[in-house]
């Protein structure tokens, strides 16, 4: 079974540059670096909303206790380190899951 994570966290303009370095040179290396069994890949999209941008974290596990490997066993909490608190305007607490019925490759 493959369960997608889905995070968001907003950012207000001034912060963009600082939380997208933040984002794709430390919080996703450092990730990327635990080499969690079972986590898959990892998708980062982007919305523009006005004054503040919206950012959603997408990621891809094999099961539940791979996302317990990841965050420990309140697997619905979110993991936003301090770096990334500081330079969020708000952000989601608690993660929400899916089990993917069916993803197609094109």
Sequence with gaps: MTV???WRGWVAR???EAYEQLLFRTVIPA???RRIPGFLHIDVMRRE???EVEFQTLMWFDSLDSIKAFVGDDHEVAHVPDAARAVLARFDARV???EVLDR???
């Design 104 to 106: 197609r490759p094109q």
């Design 4 to 6: 997608c994570r889905l």
């Design 14 to 16: 001034p912060n963009i």
């Design 96 to 98: 929400a899951h899916f």
């Design 49 to 51: 909303l006005g004054e």
């Design 31 to 33: 990730i990327e670096a």
